[in-house]
């Protein structure tokens, strides 16, 4: 399976082994990618290019139930993580949001209503008639999937928010959902002013890669934040959460969603992404600036932030 050793002391290193043990940086790590032909899909191995469809065949699995097993799983904790996002995303008229691996939509749908409600608080306090004015922004939810994307624009026109004027015929901010890889996006070159990509990171097969074309699509000066499980420190909290991630949550995907083998990959998958201070590493590494991060929950969740300078 492993076709280069030329890295890392001209040993044969299987990738898993060495991000489960940290024997390495995220730099190593970042960089193997460039040449080592396997990767992780929870604790196993397998060759990159089998990982975008073995991700796929997971999501496409859970689409039907993913918003009620999200809620489950939880116990509605990630609304309130969600919720928590729409503070950091600065929305102002006219502004483009790209939220990538954006699945059924809660975070652009969230993004969406900030920026609604900013473009009319905008237009109310001006003296400008109907119309004229900022043309009013957009939200574009990216995604490789696309029975997520289908879950989404249901969802999207139950709560009617693909209408795009309002009752006094004022146009509104529009949202488009686009099938696309986060390492190549469907997108032009500096053509967005933030960039999110929330729970979506950790299933991507090259990190390194996705953050690179995340930079990529920002204009200068555009922001991204990237939302993902992350690493707990306090450690009566990190027990208590490693017994129901491995205890609970594929039992409770085989119960609701009949489908075990998913939900164990997700909770290996969180496992083997990297921790805070090794994602922050990976952004420089891929040209952010001002990287930061901020857990929530103790660390259950990390929020990263960088720029496009
Ligand atoms: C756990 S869901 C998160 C969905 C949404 N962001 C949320 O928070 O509810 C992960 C999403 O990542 C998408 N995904 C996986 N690999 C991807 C890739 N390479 N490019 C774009 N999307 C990807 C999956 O299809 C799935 O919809």
New binding site residues.
């Given amino acids: 399976m492993l076709r280069s050793n030329a890295r890392f002391g001209g040993k044969l290193i299987r990738i898993s082994s060495f991000l489960k043990h940290e024997r390495f940086s995220s730099k190593q790590v970042a960089e193997s990618a460039d040449y080592l032909p396997i990767t992780s899909f929870g604790f196993k191995e397998v060759d990159k290019e089998e990982k ?1 469809g073995m ?2 065949e ?2 496409l699995k859970v ?1 039907p139930t ?2 009620l097993m ?1 809620d489950i799983m939880s116990a509605g904790v ?1 609304r309130i993580w ?1 919720d928590s996002i729409v503070s950091k995303l600065g929305v102002f008229p006219g502004m483009i949001h790209v ?9 652009g749908f969230r993004s969406l209503s900030a920026l609604r409600a900013a473009e009319t608080s905008a237009r109310d306090s001006s003296f400008h008639a109907p119309n004229v004015g900022p043309k009013p922004g957009r939200i574009i939810i ?4 696309s ?2 994307l289908v879950e989404g624009k249901r969802r999207a026109a139950h709560l009617d928010l693909t209408n795009s004027t309002d009752r006094q015929g004022n146009r509104l901010a529009t949202i488009n959902f686009k099938e ?4 190549n996006l469907p997108l032009d070159d500096g053509s967005v002013d933030l960039y999110t ?4 990171l950790r ?3 090259d990190t390194l890669a ?1 953050l690179k074309d995340a930079r990529r699509v920002l204009k200068p000066g555009g922001k991204l934040i990237c ?1 993902e499980f992350s690493s707990v420190r306090n450690e009566s909290l990190r027990t208590f959460y490693e017994a129901y991630s491995f205890g609970v949550i594929p039992l409770m995907g085989e119960l609701i969603a009949q489908d075990e083998r998913s939900y164990q990959y ?1 909770v290996e998958s969180i496992r083997m992404f990297p921790r805070q201070v090794e994602l922050e590493e990976i952004m420089r590494e891929a040209g952010f600036k001002c990287v930061a991060h901020e857990n929530l929950t103790g660390g259950v969740v990390a929020l990263h932030s960088g720029f496009r300078i």
């Avoid at 696309?180 to 390492?183: K, R, S, T, V």
């Avoid at 990509?197 to 979506?200: C, D, E, L, P, S």
């Fill in positions: 975008e991700v796929r997971v999501f689409a993913y918003d999200n990630h969600k939220d990538v691996a954006g699945g059924t939509g809660d975070i990216c995604d490789i999937n029975h997520m696309g890889n986060a390492e990509i929330v729970f979506g299933n991507v097969t996705a939302m997700l």
